[in-house]
T-cell receptor
């Protein structure tokens, strides 16, 4: 199947700093990419849908100024958590669509 | 709105036992249905899928049949292994798979030797 990578796999940062997470489709072009958040022992919650070259569509309750999404090319989408706080600590997973959604391995963010 | 319901876990089975994880869905149209698996500390992997009624998805000994009349997509495996220990998510996607995926709450499976 198609492969999606994420970088970094783990990141620890201080409160108030910004963190960028990259999501790449390695062997296919993903017109649409999705960003999810997963809390421990819970399901995935969709944060936003991003289409290449246009603004992301955010789900209700997700702050677009807090979670900046850029989808500059058909193989790369980035999520930037701005002014991160401990409550932003979570597992962030992206996916790219090519008939079926293929998920990245996830990025574990810990904000101290 | 669309939603997915799964049996609550955790589920603990002995090796070689039969596995069933129930999944039912609510959707306005004719969704595609999926089972994803998440191993500890990892992202999601697509386990199997079915795109229309009566389709059977299968992979690695797991099977699930798209039952429109009961709006169900139960996951089964005849003989589980310790390596099957993971969290299993039932999910749906409306229209085409380009649309967003709605996940069930997940069912944790532990297989003991």
């Amino acid at each position: 199947g198609a492969v999606v990578s994420q970088h970094p796999s783990r990141v620890i940062c201080k409160s108030g700093t910004s963190v960028k997470i990259e999501c790449r489709s390695l062997d296919f072009q993903a017109t649409t990419m999705f960003w999810y958040r997963q809390f421990p022992k819970q399901s995935l919650m969709l944060m936003a849908t991003s289409n290449e070259g246009s603004k992301a569509t955010y789900e209700q309750g997700v702050e677009k100024d807090k979670f900046l999404i850029n989808h500059a090319s058909l193989t790369l989408s980035t999520l930037t958590v701005t002014s991160a706080h401990p409550e932003d600590s979570s597992f962030y997973i992206c996916s790219g669509s090519q008939e079926t959604q293929y998920f990245g391995p996830g990025t574990r963010l810990l904000v101290l | 709105g669309n939603s997915v319901t799964q049996m609550e876990g955790p589920v603990t089975l002995s090796e070689e036992a039969f596995l069933t994880i129930n999944c039912t869905y609510t959707a306005t149209g004719y969704p595609s249905l999926f089972w994803y698996v998440q191993y500890p500390g990892e992202g999601l992997q697509l386990l199997l899928k079915a795109t229309k009624a009566d389709d059977k998805g299968s992979n690695k000994g797991f099977e699930a049949t798209y039952r429109k009349e009961t709006t169900s997509f139960h996951l089964e495996k005849g003989s589980v292994q310790v390596s099957d220990s993971a969290v299993y998510f039932c999910a749906l996607s409306e229209k085409t798979s380009y649309d967003k995926v709605i996940f069930g709450p997940g069912t944790s499976l532990s297989v003991i030797p």
